[in-house]
């Protein structure tokens, strides 16, 4: 059966329209960029075969346009569509800091630290520097690491603070082995981060671990 012959709440384009992107699963989203499907199947079902073989979804859109255009039912012109989508929800994340108002939710920090590690293969360690009225000045990769961390220099954050006149600053780095939970080391660092730039009267407001789902915030566990 045609999606076309689905009763209207199950398609996907009239289930986003009445409810939501939210309300659709993974396949359903990738089947409206894919607009139709390999022979004999429609566009849901190649959806789900795309990312049973080569998912999750995370996994699969991680790749670079020309990985993605030699997936199975994709293309050039469908795996172009898919990594412009990405680019416009990585730039509406970073406009959510950029465009001057002050940092009002905190989780949008987190979000745009998900959106600048995640996946990468090695850890790195990021700051976001702000201004006395918690908006956005810089954000900066400031450390590179191997697959099981990044050395962390907490005279180098405070450098870079003061060259960018920030009043407070925001910190994150990624797991690249997927466990989101913060290890003994991250509190440590997270402390002493915290208490160099206090001598130089700047305040440390969060540390998030970005790894396989949410960010997890130190600040929220009342580490930071």
């Not at 002050?102 to 790195?124: C, K």
């Not at 954050?157 to 060259?163: K, Y």
Request: aromatic share 4%; proline share 6%; charged share 25%.
């Amino acid at each position: 059966m045609h999606i076309r012959d689905w009763p209207a709440g199950e398609r996907p384009r009239e289930k986003l329209l009445a409810r939501g992107p939210g309300a659709l699963s993974d396949a359903e989203l990738l089947a409206i960029f894919l607009g139709s499907g390999l022979r004999g199947r429609d566009a849901v079902g190649t959806a789900r075969e795309l990312l049973g073989a080569h998912g999750p979804l995370r996994a699969l859109l991680e790749r670079s346009a020309t990985q993605l255009a030699k997936l199975p039912g994709l293309g050039p012109a469908r795996a172009c569509a898919l990594s412009a989508a990405l680019e416009l929800g990585h730039r509406h994340l970073s406009a959510e800091l950029e465009r001057g108002a002050a940092l009002s939710d905190p989780q949008a920090a987190g979000r745009y630290f998900a959106q600048r590690l995640r996946g990468l293969p090695h850890e790195v360690f990021a700051a976001l520097f702000l201004d006395n009225r918690h908006r956005a000045i810089a954000f900066e990769e400031l450390f590179r690491g191997t697959l099981d961390g990044a050395e962390v220099h907490p005279r180098e954050l405070v450098r870079r603070a003061l060259a960018h006149n920030a009043a407070a600053v925001i910190v994150g780095h990624n797991h690249p082995s997927g466990n989101p939970e913060p290890s003994a080391a991250d509190r440590a660092v997270t402390a002493r981060l915290k208490q160099a730039l206090a001598l130089v009267d700047m305040r440390l407001l969060d540390h998030f671990v970005i790894a396989d789902g949410p960010p997890v915030s130190l600040a929220a566990r009342g580490w930071v």
